[in-house]
């Protein structure tokens, strides 16, 4: 990979990094959240649910627009949409209002996301793709370990409104980049129109295979925001670890996220992309099952749910790029659409995850790991049924 091709790598990974780096930001000041606003952690855990929801929207909206208008257009407003919104955040008077931006904040967000992977697609194809989506994902993984600690010191220099404000200036930076150094990817206007923009998404939810790589990736990564919902109540309230120390810990599983998607790029020069991504996935059930043990039976503490989660997390930075370039890998020529029925399932998924494991939420790490586990087998299983094995391909 040259010198302008990593450039550009780092650029789309920022932008599509304003997803996790929205939701990792304000999470060491969850709790203080709850006491800020007088209510419940369930109130608190809705922020990011409608965030994730908005997300899901905001892709089915905005993946038509771009294989009809192209890309820059739609990306630049869905920017500009999340600053505006990042700004209003900093000054919601409740938690209701609150969670209502954060939904606004994310169907403007969506846009980075959609649209840069309709980007790689238009790009590349392929092992390549997967591989190119490989470093993107180590360079989003940036993000969940700067986030925390970043967010913890802001909060604790500026209150949670200083989060928000953050976000506003990274959106700022978000529309520099996109404006400056991301040309036009898309050849060819596809002129969409309602009627055919359902039949599309119709024929890609009758395509057995998309769906069978779409949810498999999509509930794995499931497994992982249930564990962003809920892990700072986890490991500050429950295993009593200062906000400090979470972010570290949280870092180091974000660590794990990386150079599993570096090795990823290593693994496929040798190894198609759906063997590694079944290896994947079924790595983070039995890791997800390990955590749930762990949990369960409380033998260790800390000290036995950290290594398993640590492998379940870690997984993703194999099982998320594979997964998403299997699944476009048929529709090169509605690269759009395709980003965005994969992007919306995957994040409403993630919402309902978050939501279930915030709801089973009692204190203790159970409900998490629990989630977590179902998630796992749940994505062996789709796989197995939706997508299985070519012997012929393999």
């Known amino acids: 990979m040259d010198r302008g091709m990593r450039l550009w790598v780092m650029s789309v990974g920022l932008i599509v990094a304003i997803g996790p780096f929205s939701i990792d930001m304000y999470l060491p000041s969850l709790p203080a959240l709850q006491t800020h606003f007088g209510v419940d952690a369930a109130a608190v855990q809705r922020t990011l649910s409608l965030f994730f929801v908005g997300l899901a929207i ?37 938690i209701e209002t609150l969670a209502m931006l954060r939904f606004l904040q994310a169907l403007g967000g969506a846009a980075g996301m959609v649209v840069v992977r309709a980007m790689v697609r238009d790009r590349f194809s392929g092992p390549e793709m ?22 913890g010191f802001v909060f604790r220099t500026f209150g949670w409104q200083g989060e928000f404000a953050f976000l506003a200036i990274f959106g700022t930076l978000c529309i520099i980049i996109a404006a400056r150094m991301l040309p036009e990817t898309l050849a060819q206007r596809v002129p969409h129109t309602p009627r055919s923009v359902a039949a599309h998404y119709l024929q890609m939810m009758r395509h057995r295979r998309f769906m069978g790589y779409a949810l498999a990736g999509g509930t794995a990564q499931g497994a992982m925001f249930a564990y962003i919902s809920v892990s700072a109540f986890v490991f500050i309230d429950y295993y009593r670890l200062t906000p400090v120390a979470f972010a570290i810990m949280f870092g180091c599983n974000a660590g794990a996220l990386i150079v599993a998607s570096q090795l990823n790029a290593l693994v496929l020069r040798r ?4 063997v590694v991504l079944r290896y994947a996935v079924r790595t983070s059930a039995a890791a997800s099952g390990l955590t749930l043990i762990a949990a369960a039976t409380g033998i260790g503490g800390l000290y036995t749910v950290l290594p398993p989660l640590f492998v379940a997390i870690g997984s993703l930075g194999f099982s998320f790029p594979n997964a998403t370039a299997a699944a476009m890998a048929p529709f090169g020529d509605r690269a759009g659409i395709a980003a965005a029925l994969l992007g919306t399932l995957q994040f409403t998924i993630a919402a309902v995850s978050g939501s279930v494991a915030a709801a089973l939420y009692s204190g203790t790490p ?9 998630c796992g087998v749940v994505a062996v299983l789709l796989l197995r049924t939706l997508a299985p094995a070519e012997p012929a391909a393999a």
């Open 271 to 274: 190894v198609p992309v759906q």
């Open 130 to 151: 997967a591989r190119v989506l490989s470093s993107m994902t180590a360079v989003m993984g940036v993000a969940p370990i700067i986030a925390p600690t970043l967010g």
């Open 58 to 94: 905001g892709q089915l909206i905005y993946g038509p627009i771009a294989d009809r208008f192209g890309r820059r257009g739609p990306l630049l407003s869905g920017l500009i949409l999340y600053t505006l919104t990042s700004v209003a955040c900093r000054y919601a008077p409740n």
């Open 366 to 374: 159970l409900a998490m790991a629990a989630v977590m586990a179902v």
